[in-house]
């Protein structure tokens, strides 16, 4: 059984950072992708960023790329999303999911099959 877990949310001033972490465990698949999405309320859920676990290769929203980066610890089980510039609008629940039997990343929401609880981010001054 995959749990994902996120943790890292909080408030933030704009021009602020943030690093989120997301721990998936259970798994035993060897190619995976792991992929960070948001959604603000009345909204639909968007893709931020995804990771392939296994050679570390990355895909960004385009209008996230260089502020937003996307890393993995494997011996940890953890990736992270660090956030930079952070702007008003980037406020929304971020959520943390794996795709198991993903080659490359890719920001296909409905491809994902494990999804965490999420993780407030509120950039606000």
């Known amino acids: 059984q995959v749990q994902i877990v996120e943790s890292g949310g909080g408030l933030v001033q704009p021009g602020g950072s943030l690093t989120l972490s997301c721990v998936a465990t259970?798994?035993?698949?060897?190619?995976?992708?792991i992929g960070w999405f948001r959604q603000v309320p009345g909204k639909e859920r968007e893709g931020v960023a995804s990771i392939n676990n296994s050679d570390g290769r990355t895909y960004y929203a385009k209008s996230l790329k260089g502020r937003f980066t996307i890393s993995r610890d494997n011996a940890k089980n953890t990736n992270y999303l660090q956030m930079n510039s952070l702007k008003p609008e980037d406020t929304a629940v971020y959520y943390c999911?794996?795709?198991?039997?993903?080659?490359?990343?890719?920001?296909?929401?409905?491809?994902?099959?494990?999804w965490g609880q999420g993780t407030q981010v509120t950039v606000s001054s």
């Open positions: 999911a794996t795709d198991d039997d993903a080659v490359t990343p890719h920001l296909i929401l409905d491809e994902y099959d494990h």
């Open positions: 259970g798994g035993t698949f060897d190619w995976y992708a």
